[in-house]
């Protein structure tokens, strides 16, 4: 592992302090490429009323999952600086809820797992700084993002023993990342924050667990290595 990480480190500094490479890159108005993240996640709880008065139900929390990620990018140049650019691609996760119940003089937990399969659409400024070194560059983006989770519970019927979520999500997306250009393509390395606009969250009237919640918005952590031509 060591021995592999050195030689990237190799790689990059050799293209990083070398001539300028990819010299067409930044006359390109569109870009094209492919992106695999890995992703990190959990659910925003906001509690309802019924919590304070639920002696069953003490607290839920929503631990952080893993997950992955693979995108195509479509980047579209609107001047030295400014690109639009979008990431759609396929999202796989887990959502979990963890009660912690009483029953009589003990606590128990009990643990919800939410399949998450979903189509993203994100859509976005890219804010980059000029070359450093001939194959260096920084960049800031910012944006938004629709997706559609396929595995979303919340149409299936006689369900009331399940807590259910919304198939439509809308969130907000901050990050940061690298350039470094090599002679035939662009590798980037990429951190993002994304945090749901939407409540996720389908009552489930005859459920306690889901009665104990009025909002659920995803918050999710991306690191994600792209290659762009």
């Known amino acids: 592992m060591r021995t592999l990480f ?4 190799l790689c990059i500094s050799s293209t990083v302090f070398g001539q300028m ?10 870009h094209f490429g492919i992106s695999a993240a890995y992703t990190h996640s959990n659910l925003q709880i906001t509690h309802s009323e019924d919590f304070i008065n639920n002696p069953e139900i003490l607290s839920v929390i929503s631990p952080r999952t893993p997950g992955f990620s693979l995108n195509g990018i479509v980047n579209y140049k609107i001047n030295r600086h400014l690109s639009l650019r979008s990431t759609p691609g396929m999202k796989f996760s887990e959502r979990r809820l963890t009660y912690n119940l009483f029953r009589k003089d003990y606590n128990v937990e009990e643990e919800v797992r939410l399949e998450s399969i979903s189509f993203g ?3 976005g400024l890219k804010f980059q700084s000029d070359r450093f070194y001939n194959n260096f560059r920084f960049y800031v983006l910012a944006g938004g993002e629709a ?17 259910k979520l919304k198939p439509w999500e809308f969130s907000a997306n901050l990050g940061f990342g690298f350039n470094f250009y090599f002679p035939m393509f662009t590798f980037s390395p990429e951190i993002k924050l994304q945090h749901g606009l939407n409540n996720l969250h389908a009552p489930n009237p005859g459920l306690n667990q889901s009665n104990v919640i009025d909002k659920l918005k995803s918050r999710m952590f991306v690191i994600s290595l792209q290659v762009e031509g």
């Open 6 to 9: 050195a030689f990237a480190l």
């Open 21 to 30: 490479n990819n010299r067409n890159y930044d006359f390109k108005k569109f």
């Open 121 to 123: 659409l994100p859509l």
């Open 147 to 163: 997706s559609y989770d396929f595995a979303s519970n919340s149409t299936k019927r006689k369900a009331e023993d399940i807590v």
